[in-house]
């Protein structure tokens, strides 16, 4: 008999709430604005920042449905990971590898869930590496 809770379907689900929570409040509180005007912009990417901020919090958005579904993983992974690693790149690592603690917004988040999204993509349906 299979089971109906596994080990990926809990990585699944777990990794869906985590992109939903950094999508969904950003865009209903306006911070999304902020993130693409104050910081994108001003980082080299005018005029196109803002944009692209919502470009980014629709895709972690879409990804958590992805995961949730259990469709489209490998594509989800390949659009979320470089937006996480240029987050790691343009953010996270000036401020070190921790994000609470010895430290304040550091890229040890980030590289686990890069982690969780790669495990997600190499394994089939069942479970097993492919």
């Known amino acids: 008999m299979d089971r109906i809770i596994t080990p990926t379907l809990v990585l699944r689900i777990t990794l869906a709430a985590v992109f939903f929570m ?3 409040p950003s865009i209903f509180t306006g911070a999304v604005n902020n993130f693409g005007n104050n910081y994108l912009n001003e980082a080299g990417f005018a005029p196109i920042g803002l944009p692209l901020a919502w470009i980014i919090k629709l ?6 449905v992805l995961l949730i ?8 992974a390949l659009i979320t990971i470089p937006i996480l690693v240029a987050g790691i790149i343009m953010i996270h690592a000036a401020e070190g590898w921790f994000v609470v603690g010895a ?3 550091g890229v040890e988040f980030n590289v686990v869930l890069i982690s969780v999204l790669v495990y ?3 394994i089939d349906k069942k479970g097993v590496v492919a």
């Open 22 to 24: 950094h999508g969904i």
């Open 59 to 64: 895709s972690h958005v879409t990804c958590a």
């Open 69 to 76: 579904l259990n469709r489209y993983i490998r594509v989800a």
């Open 103 to 105: 430290g304040r917004n």
């Open 120 to 122: 997600l993509a190499i």
